[in-house]
C-alpha cells in the first residue's frame, strides 16, 4: 500500500503487533481494552472474565513490534524501550504491567498466511516482567534500555492464562 493516506512501514508493524496481541488474548478469551488517553505507556488491559478470589483479574501491557530481531544467550536483545517506557514496566505494582515483544517479519507481505485450514499468523509474541527490575533514575524519553527477554517466555493462549496465576515464578518458562 502506498500512498498519502497509507499507513507508514512502522505503524503498520506496531499496528500488527497489537493486532497479534488482540488475537491471542480472544483466543485465551480476554477481555480487551485500551487506554485513552495513552499517557501511562499502557497498550492494554487484559482482564480475565472470571472471578478468582472475589475479583477479575487483570494485567496491563505494553506491545512492541521488531523485525530484526537479535538473539544471545537464549534472550532477545531488544533495544527498543526507552528509559521511561521502561519504568512505566518496571518495580512493583498493584495491577502488574508485561512487556509483550512481537517478532514479525522484515515485510508486511509475510504478516499472514491463508489457507482453507486457518490464517496463520507470521513470527511469534514473548512475554517479560520487570516487577523486581529497579527504575532508572531521571529517566530520559531519548536514551535507549537494553532489556532481556527470554526466548521461553513464548507467549501462547496457555501462558498468557498463566500469566494471570498470582503465585506465578516470574522468570520462569
Known amino acids: 500500500m502506498t500512498g498519502q493516506w497509507a499507513l507508514g512501514e512502522k505503524e503498520h508493524q506496531g499496528l500488527y503487533g497489537e493486532s497479534f496481541v488482540q488475537a491471542l ?56 524501550l526507552t528509559e521511561k517506557q521502561f519504568n512505566a514496566l518496571a518495580g512493583k505494582r498493584r495491577v502488574p504491567r508485561f512487556l509483550f515483544l512481537v517478532i514479525v517479519p522484515d515485510s508486511s507481505s509475510g504478516y499472514t498466511v491463508a489457507a482453507e485450514s486457518g490464517l496463520m499468523l507470521a513470527r511469534a509474541a514473548y512475554w517479560q516482567s520487570f516487577e523486581n527490575e529497579d527504575r532508572v533514575p531521571n529517566p530520559s524519553q531519548l536514551r535507549r534500555r537494553k532489556v532481556l527477554v527470554p526466548e521461553t517466555h513464548l507467549l501462547s493462549v496457555r501462558t498468557l492464562l498463566d500469566l494471570f496465576d498470582p503465585l506465578r515464578e516470574l522468570g520462569r518458562p
Not at 34 to 39: G, I, L, N, Q, V
Not at 49 to 71: H, I
Open 25 to 80: 488474548a480472544a483466543a485465551a478469551g480476554l477481555q480487551t481494552a485500551r487506554p485513552y488517553p495513552d499517557c501511562t505507556g499502557i497498550d492494554y488491559q487484559l482482564t480475565l472474565p472470571s472471578e478468582r478470589d472475589d475479583d477479575f483479574p487483570r494485567m496491563e501491557v505494553q506491545v512492541k513490534s521488531w523485525s530484526k530481531p537479535k538473539q544471545a544467550n537464549g534472550c532477545w536483545q531488544y533495544r527498543g
